[in-house]
């Protein structure tokens, strides 16, 4: 039973540690040109100004690409796996991997858009909650990125961990990450268009 339930346990922090990396990437780094992602980027950096619009999408319509994404490692898993607590934490990782999009989704939303029972997970830090995730779309921008439970947030942002990635990103490449060069902000550049919110941002 302790295996069964570690394997779940870290299968859901990998997500989320995951999510918070892919975030980053997609957030910091490219645009819509940029080979394979560029259209994962745009999304990306496009929600930065309008936070509000992931609210009005479907749910195959907010998740398919990133099955799409895991799929590959979905099938190696299933071919190359034989131990089922590897099997399980896969199967966990993947599963969350793919509903880290809904879950951010449902942290852009008012309680009374949601249901009970989402309200409730968030108010109790199970999935990543409205309050965890705004301090993301404030000003600097480089920060709390996970968005499955949030639970890394802390640990990354504290530790250094993302600047000391963009550290090597600089030093290879000479491209500075995106929440550095912004020479003005988001939000500003949103109230200046008058656009206003539906629901919580």
């Given at each position: 039973?302790?295996?069964?339930?570690?394997?779940?346990?870290?299968?859901?922090?990998?997500?989320d540690?995951?999510?918070?990396?892919?975030?980053?990437?997609?957030?910091?780094?490219?645009?819509?040109?940029?080979?394979?992602?560029?259209?994962?980027i745009e999304?990306?950096?496009?929600?930065?100004?309008?936070?509000?619009?992931?609210?009005?999408?479907?749910v195959?319509?907010?998740?398919?690409?990133?099955?799409?994404?895991t799929?590959?490692?979905?099938?190696?898993?299933?071919?190359?796996?034989?131990?089922?607590?590897?099997?399980?934490?896969?199967?966990?990782?993947?599963?969350?991997?793919?509903?880290?999009?809904?879950?951010h989704?449902?942290?852009?939303?008012?309680?009374s858009q949601?249901?009970a029972?989402?309200?409730?997970?968030q108010?109790?830090?199970?999935?990543?909650?409205?309050?965890?995730?705004?301090?993301?779309?404030?000003?600097?921008?480089d920060?709390?990125?996970?968005?499955v439970?949030?639970?890394?947030?802390?640990?990354?942002?504290?530790?250094?961990?993302?600047?000391?990635?963009?550290?090597?990103?600089?030093?290879?490449?000479?491209?500075?990450?995106?929440?550095?060069t912004?020479?003005r902000?988001?939000?500003?550049?949103?109230?200046?268009?008058?656009?206003?919110?539906?629901?919580?941002?």
């Open positions: 039973m302790i295996a069964t339930l570690s394997a779940v346990a870290l299968g859901y922090e990998f997500a540690f995951g999510s918070g990396v892919y975030h980053w990437a997609m957030d910091n780094y490219g645009t819509k040109n940029t080979p394979v992602f560029g259209t994962q999304a990306f950096q496009g929600h930065h100004e309008l936070p509000w619009t992931i609210t009005y999408r479907q195959c319509n907010n998740i398919y690409k990133i099955c799409q994404a799929s590959p490692f979905c099938l190696a898993g299933i071919l190359l796996l034989d131990n089922p607590y590897l099997i399980l934490w896969m199967t966990t990782a993947i599963c969350f991997i793919n509903l880290s999009q809904e879950l989704k449902w942290s852009h939303m008012s309680p949601v249901s029972w989402i309200n409730f997970l108010d109790w830090n199970v999935i990543v909650s409205r309050k965890s995730h705004l301090a993301h779309h404030r000003p600097p921008f920060g709390n990125y996970c968005i439970s949030g639970h890394c947030n802390s640990l990354l942002d504290n530790s250094g961990f993302f600047r000391g990635l963009e550290s090597i990103v600089f030093s290879i490449t000479g491209n500075k990450p995106r929440c550095e912004n020479e902000l988001l939000q500003d550049r949103v109230e200046s268009l008058g656009i206003k919110s539906k629901g919580a941002r």
